[in-house]
């Protein structure tokens, strides 16, 4: 079949799909893969072919939002929105437009795009091919069950919960995005599609396949999960590896705990809201903290404490089967890569989807949750220590690595993307077993 994937402009967005695009190849299909410029050495390395997006896109890169000035002026609800607006919602027409021209040049038979691509519903809805979405955040659909997408709240299926739940829900749709969901139906009406009341955070996912990075147990249970979502694994690409530091000899050598800090791909502009501070609150302990900076030149951080040890990035491969805390802003990729090597985690995340993943790990019992993405150096030692301390937090992160090793999440996907092109129809779930959920009954 002829496939067209089609991705944000942020590696978090990008990465997860690499190993479905190598796996969709390998089984011997045509893949398009339409993302901006700056990715297209990756893209081939999966053997798409590359497609760049145009100016007219309007899809500004996520992984630069932290210097634009119109959004640093802006702090909580008001920035959520702009982000929603700007990077998500106004794309839309662009999007929309250059898909058609791929299809009119080349048809396809199916379109795979990450969740916050919104073009392609309207597109799907305009005649388009058959469609999947990719989930590479916690799940974001409305339930019953669960409180809206950002509140980080845990779930509650008591009369109570779900009355909460819907109150919350009405306040986001009603008061807290409604302009959003106005930008929506605006759009919508340019493009000849109808009103919609969809929650604006939904319309990125496919009624048709919604493939679900994760695991069913690392997400909040509900009672009225739609049938087309699947949970695939962790879907992480190892074949292009990082090169080893040359002070990795004693990393492989350590007698001491390895603790690893990040900050992720896009919310590394300023180390100090979590690198530096968990370099000089794990200074003084038995430990070896091994840090990345991402975009930033390792440098940057100054004299490094005497247990520590600095490189852009590290090859997870490698790390994390060595790793015995993982501290991180949050970032759904490398969480998601720490479980599936059973890591427990310290989590500090305050932008993005990271407060929602963070209290999914609290949750899980895989860690703790420090609640905000500047935490107090006083609170990450603190955090650090209990989990290497408490055997609990290592139990639950062992117990979802045993869930992630059941599924080969490439294989998985191409196998439901076929099983859609193929039939047209949504793909639901099959009668599976129910997982245990999170550490404590709900």
Known sequence: MDVIIATMPALGHLNPLRPIARALVRRG???????????????????????????????????????????????????????????????????????????????????????????????????????ASVGTTPLALPGRDTAPFGAARPPSRSVAG?????????????????????????IRAEL????????VMSTGFSPLLHLQMGVAEFEYPRSDLPAQVHFVGVLADSTSPVPTPEWWPEVAGSTRPVVHVTQGTVADAELDDLVLPTLRALADLDVLVLATTGRADPASLGPLPANARAARMLPYPLLLPRCAVMVTNGGYGGVQQALAHGVPLVVAGGSEDKPEVAARVAWTGAGVDLGGHRPCEADIRAAVRAVLAEPSYRRHAHRLREAYRRTDAATRSAELLEQLATSGRPVSRGAEPTPAYGKRAW
């Open 29 to 131: 299909h045509r893949v398009r893969w339409w993302t901006d410029r700056s990715f297209a050495e990756i893209v081939a390395g999966t053997g798409a072919d590359f497609v760049p997006m145009t100016d007219a896109a309007g899809i500004p890169r996520i992984d630069g939002l932290a210097w634009q000035p119109e959004r640093a002026a802006l702090s909580g609800l008001d920035r959520i929105r702009w982000d929603i607006e700007n990077v998500f919602v106004n794309p839309i027409p662009g999007q929309v437009a250059e898909l058609r021209a791929l299809l009119a040049a080349h048809p396809a038979q199916l379109i795979v795009s990450d969740a916050g691509l919104m073009g392609a519903g309207p597109l799907y809805e305009l005649g388009g091919p058959a469609w």
């Open 162 to 186: 779900r009355l909460r739940n819907q109150v919350l829900y009405q306040l986001q749709d009603r008061v807290v995005l409604r302009g959003v969901g106005a930008a929506v139906n605006r």
């Open 192 to 199: 000849g599609l109808p009103r919609t009341r969809t929650p």
